[in-house]
């Protein structure tokens, strides 16, 4: 498969800090410190009461999206350069890309494929991949836990339905979505991003990088 060839300190999520540097401690984002310690966000030097006003606003752009989006994008754009509130990020993200739509329109398809049997050497490449991706997250510290388990699904189902097939590159990009949504929405996210913003981005050799 593409970028079978990449070495573990190459992989985009694979930063691992040394054992004294790293805390056990996650912070509010998951990270267990070290080297990858979160520096404090944009919200934590803001009151609550502008947070809450944020929020208000963008939930009234959610539910009015389709309007906002062709009347208003201005207005959405530059919101999202404000800072999209962490409480609805997830939510802001699949209607930005369009993965909302995608996930209306098919209802169970993420589910009935990640349980269908798949090429055995293609699920092989992927729980390789899995222990590389982003391991001072606490979603995924542990093998067989939920964080990996969601992201070899959200894999294992791209890989189904994408002419690019399994790409190692892909799994970064899906671990950060698991971060913030659960495992269907965050394919349906990846998808989007793959068919429609890096269209050819993720196939063999990664030629169009």
């Known amino acids: 498969m593409a970028g079978r060839d990449w070495s573990d300190s190459g992989s985009v999520g694979s930063s691992v800090a040394a054992p004294s540097e790293v805390s056990t401690v996650p912070d509010k984002f998951g990270f267990l410190g070290g080297a990858q310690y979160t520096e404090e966000d944009s919200e934590d030097n803001v009151g609550v009461d502008v947070i809450r006003r944020r929020e208000r606003k963008w939930l009234e752009m959610l539910a009015n999206w389709d309007s906002h989006m062709l009347k208003k994008y201005r207005k959405v754009r530059d919101r999202c350069r404000k800072g999209i ?41 992927i729980r390789k991949d899995l222990h590389r991706q982003f391991p001072q997250h606490e979603m995924f510290l542990e093998k067989g836990g939920h964080g990996q388990e969601d992201l070899f699904r959200v894999l294992k189902v791209l890989a189904q339905v ?20 659960p495992a269907e929405p965050a394919f ?22």
């Open 85 to 125: 509130p962490s409480a609805l990020r997830a939510r802001a993200w699949q209607h930005l890309c369009g993965a909302h739509k995608q996930l209306e329109r098919n209802p169970g398809v993420f589910e009935q494929l990640a349980s269908s049997p798949a090429d055995p050497r293609m699920e092989d490449d």
């Open 162 to 181: 994408s002419p690019d097939e399994y790409c190692q590159a892909h799994a970064p990009l899906a671990a950060v979505l698991l971060m913030q949504m």
């Open 188 to 209: 349906w996210c990846l998808k989007v991003i793959c068919d429609k913003y890096v269209p050819g981005y993720y196939a063999r050799g990664l030629v169009s990088v």
